[in-house]
Structures are given as C-alpha cells and as structure tokens.
C-alpha cells in the first residue's frame, strides 16, 4: 500500500509507527486503555493480522504525550482501497480537550497565551 504524506499545521504532532519499534507498545498501551479497559472489547481480539500490514500513527498533545492512535490499512475486498481503523484517544485527552504550549496549559476554546 501507498502512503501519501499530508502536511498539516497543528498544536500537537503525529508520527508514523512502524509495528514491532518500541514505539508500537505505546500504541497498543494506548488501544488497551480504550478498547479493553473502557469498552470491554475482548484483549484477545485486540490485536490482529492486520496490525503487522497496517500504516500506525501515535498523535502527542503539545506537552509531548502521547493521547492518540489510528491504523490505516488496504481494503480486504478491494485493493484499490483503505480503511482507517482501530482510532483510539487516551480518556484525558479526549475529557479535557487541553492543549499544552510553552505558556502553560489551557483548554479547547480559550485563547492562546
């Protein structure tokens, strides 16, 4: 599968994680908190095939945290295709939608320092 890279301008970063690094226990960290521990979805089913063939993305609030991941993987049906999936944000990130620049911690919606 091809992956086009998008530039984007915002507070917070994204990176690409390839599965197996050190950084891909983050993401699945992360998947665990939400599917299993919030959603009660099976840990064994968890983790798949798909993983292994999947482009993985870890986003990081502007404090440098790690709150979020995503998978993007090619269509089982049609090649031609991709599917987003396995879209996970820590429950702190999403509660507090806050963001963390250099002035301080403020939160969705206020102004900037």
Request: include cysteine; hydrophobic fraction near 35%; charge should be neutral.
């Amino acid at each position: 599968m091809r992956v086009h890279r998008i530039e984007v301008k915002t507070p917070w970063r994204v990176e690409s994680v390839p599965w197996g690094t050190p950084m891909a226990e983050t993401v699945k960290e992360i998947r665990l908190e939400v599917f299993v521990d919030e959603q009660c979805f099976p840990r064994e089913d968890e983790f798949d095939l798909t993983d292994g063939k999947a482009y993985h993305v870890l986003a990081f609030d502007t404090c440098g945290r790690a709150c979020g991941t995503g998978r993007l993987y090619q269509d089982f049906l049609d090649p031609s295709a991709a599917r987003i999936g396995r879209m996970a944000v820590r429950t702190e990130a999403r509660a507090r939608s806050t963001f963390c620049p250099p002035g301080g911690i403020i939160r969705a919606g206020e102004g900037r320092p």
